[in-house]
């Protein structure tokens, strides 16, 4: 087992432009859902027996909600399983607006060691279109009062591919990024999900959506700056110092099993997949609460290349032979995306170009098995 994640579905204020699960007036019931993960996180780390997590990871929704003891409730819960100081990284995701001194002393004593700071992006009127719960003043003194408070290992959620988003505005917000000095970075290009408020919006025409190809050069200079600046671009949407890299999410990419608790979350355990109802009342409930299902050779390929493609390593054709029968379809597809430069193949890794990390999805669909 590589990673327990637990998912916090409270949020301040709905973002226009998210489809996570979260609800924003859990007030009443809090009490209820906290004890609700507990119990999920007890039983289902019973089952764990000698496979034990090495990171933990507070995931959201908005888990800098939490007060300290809340957050202690379920840290304590894990280190009945295994010590915390055990694991090896035990993150948690806090908003500029939730970040004070006496919070940031209470995730320490918790144990938390590595925080995900979403800042989005550093234009008022952006924040105000995405109905952020924070200003940019508030971004910036969140990350100075962490590191001022000897919190070195951080990483920054910015966007890019922004409404009226220009490329000398988007250095900007790079380079305000690079001037912390934080070891890891993620960056992420706006997608308009349906249902959501953004969406209604475009369609009304009240905000106008960004063309492909503003994303596609802004995507190309945050790869540019970042790896000047001494990043690693180690899969599409993350960056590291050396010895930096995300420890939970890289699990993910390279097909190792997690736990996934709280409602919406997601598990994967080599073999089967879980996934828990998207419904904070049905999950306290117990009610239809979650689904599972094994992966068939076909979805597991097809999983593989999603996931694996997006890293720096890319996919590697040992484990392919290894798992599956390679069909000349794959053979054949490999071979137009080498000729065409967006993949490069080694004896035993086959990766996305520089120009290839611009279609990456598209070039994972063209290998999947239908
Ligand atoms: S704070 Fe995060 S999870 Fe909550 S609505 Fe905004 S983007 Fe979604």
Redo the contacts with the bound molecule.
């Keep these: 087992m590589s990673g327990i994640y637990i998912h916090i579905p409270f ?5 226009s ?4 699960h ?1 609800s ?1 007036s859990f007030t009443g019931y809090r009490d209820k859902m906290i004890h609700s993960i507990q119990q999920e996180l007890e039983t289902r780390l019973a089952d764990l027996k000698e496979d034990s997590p090495s990171t933990l990871y507070f995931g ?3 888990p800098s909600l939490l007060t300290e003891s809340e957050l202690q409730k379920l840290c304590a819960t894990v280190g009945r399983i295994k010590p915390l100081n055990e694991l090896d990284e035990i993150t948690l ?1 806090a ?1 500029p607006e939730d970040i004070t001194e006496l919070a940031i002393a209470g995730w320490k004593r918790c144990g938390v060691n590595r925080l995900s700071i ?1 800042i989005q992006s550093f234009n008022p009127e952006d924040l105000s279109w ?4 924070h200003t940019v003043d508030q971004s910036r003194n969140a990350v100075k009062l962490v590191q001022a408070n000897g919190f070195e290992n951080l990483t920054i959620d910015l966007m890019y591919g922004l409404p009226n988003m220009t490329i000398s505005q988007w250095k900007d917000h790079i380079q305000e990024v690079l001037s912390w000095n934080v070891p890891h970075i993620s960056s992420y290009c706006l997608t308009i999900e349906k249902g959501t408020l953004l969406e209604k919006k475009v369609r009304s025409g009240e905000i106008i959506q960004p063309q492909d190809d503003d994303a596609i050069a802004q995507f190309e200079v945050l790869i540019e700056l970042l790896e000047e600046a001494g990043y690693e671009h180690y899969e599409i949407s993350n960056f590291a110092k050396k010895g930096q890299r995300s420890k939970h999410n890289s699990s993910y990419w390279t097909g190792n099993s997690y736990m996934g608790i709280g409602p919406s979350a997601h598990s994967f355990d080599g073999k089967k997949r879980r996934w828990n109802v998207s419904n904070n009342s049905l999950y306290m409930k117990r009610q239809d609460w979650f689904e599972d299902e094994v992966l068939t050779k076909q979805e597991h390929w097809n999983e593989y290349f999603l996931t694996r493609l997006r890293t720096a390593e890319g996919v590697s054709l040992t484990f392919l032979t290894k798992q599956f029968e390679l069909k000349d379809e794959f053979f054949a597809t490999k071979k137009k995306f080498i000729e065409a430069n967006w993949l490069q193949e080694t004896n035993e890794y086959l990766f996305l170009t520089p120009s290839g990390k611009l279609r990456a999805d598209y070039i994972a669909s063209e290998f999947f098995r239908v």
Excluded at 11 to 15: N, R
Excluded at 130 to 133: D, E, I, L, P, V
């Design positions: 949020c301040a204020k709905k973002c432009y998210c489809d996570f979260f924003t959201g929704g908005t995701e908003n979403g995405m109905n952020r719960a």
